[in-house]
T-cell receptor
Framework: EAGVAQSPRYKIIEKRQSVAFWCNPI?????LYWYQQILGQGPKLLIQ????????DSQLPKDRFSAERLKGVDSTLKIQPAKLEDSAVYLC????????????FGPGTRLTVL | SQQGEEDPQALSIQEGENATMNCSYK?????LQWYRQNSGRGLVHLIL???NEREKHSGRLRVTLDTSKKSSSLLITASRAADTASYFC????????????WGAGTKLIIKP
C-alpha cells in the first residue's frame, strides 16, 4: 500500500514570495490534514478536510494561507505571501475517517523563507 | 494551545537500557496516541490507548494511561540505536472538536 505522498520535499524562497505544497493521501482515506511543525515543536493542525469539505481551519492564517481538496483526493496548501516565521516543515496526513483513527503522515516539505 | 507535554525534553541512554517518557495533558480525552519521528522521516504511529484502557503493549513498547492524573507513559524496553528519534504524544480531547493536540516531544538518543 502506497503511503502519503508529498512534494516538493524541500523549498527555499524569499519572503513575500508564494509557494505551494501538494499532498496525495492514502487511497480510500476520507480525512486529510495539513500540519505545520516548527523546529523543536510538535505539529500544529492548520486544516482538516473530510472528503472535499473543510472540517476545521481555525488555526489557518487565512490572510496568507489557503488550501483546497477539490475532488476529495489530493490537496494543495498555498502560502501567499510568505513570511520568515513560515519557515517550518509542512506535514500532510490522512486517516480513514476522523481523528479517532490512526493518522498516516507523509515525509513533509521543509520550507525555508529567507 | 498545547494539550500534551512530554517529559523529559531529551533523554540519552545506552543501547540495551530501557527508556521511559511521560506525557501529561489538561482535559478529558477519548484516546491518546504515541508517534515517533526520525530525522528525515515523517511521523509514524506507534500505539493508541483509549480512555477506558490502562495499559497496552506492542512489541518492545508498553504504554500506560492514568486518566485520574491525566498522564501517560511510554516505555521502550531493550533499546536499540534505531530507536533514536523524537517521540510525541497526541491526545484526542473531548472538548477540541476531536482534533489531535500534540506535545513538543521527547528527543531520545540511544548511545551504542
Amino acid at each position: 500500500e502506497a503511503g502519503v505522498a508529498q512534494s516538493p520535499r524541500y523549498k527555499i524562497i524569499e519572503k513575500r514570495q508564494s509557494v505551494a505544497f501538494w499532498c496525495n493521501p492514502i487511497s480510500g482515506h476520507a480525512t486529510l490534514y495539513w500540519y505545520q511543525q516548527i523546529l523543536g515543536q510538535g505539529p500544529k493542525l492548520l486544516i482538516q478536510f473530510q472528503n472535499n469539505g473543510v472540517v476545521d481551519d481555525s488555526q489557518l492564517p487565512k490572510d496568507r494561507f489557503s488550501a483546497e481538496r477539490l475532488k476529495g483526493v489530493d490537496s494543495t496548501l498555498k502560502i501567499q505571501p510568505a513570511k520568515l516565521e513560515d519557515s517550518a516543515v509542512y506535514l500532510c496526513a490522512s486517516s480513514l475517517a476522523g481523528n479517532r483513527n490512526t493518522q498516516y503522515f507523509g515525509p513533509g516539505t521543509r520550507l525555508t523563507v529567507l | 494551545s498545547q494539550q500534551g507535554e512530554e517529559d523529559p525534553q531529551a533523554l540519552s541512554i545506552q543501547e540495551g537500557e530501557n527508556a521511559t517518557m511521560n506525557c501529561s495533558y489538561k482535559t478529558s480525552i477519548n484516546n491518546l496516541q504515541w508517534y515517533r519521528q526520525n530525522s528525515g522521516r515523517g511521523l509514524v504511529h506507534l500505539i493508541l490507548i483509549r480512555s477506558n484502557e490502562r495499559e497496552k503493549h506492542s512489541g518492545r513498547l508498553r504504554v500506560t494511561l492514568d486518566t485520574s492524573k491525566k498522564s501517560s507513559s511510554l516505555l521502550i524496553t531493550a533499546s536499540r540505536a534505531a530507536d533514536t528519534a523524537s517521540y510525541f504524544c497526541a491526545t484526542d480531547a473531548q472538548d477540541s472538536n476531536y482534533q489531535l493536540i500534540w506535545g513538543a516531544g521527547t528527543k531520545l538518543i540511544i548511545k551504542p
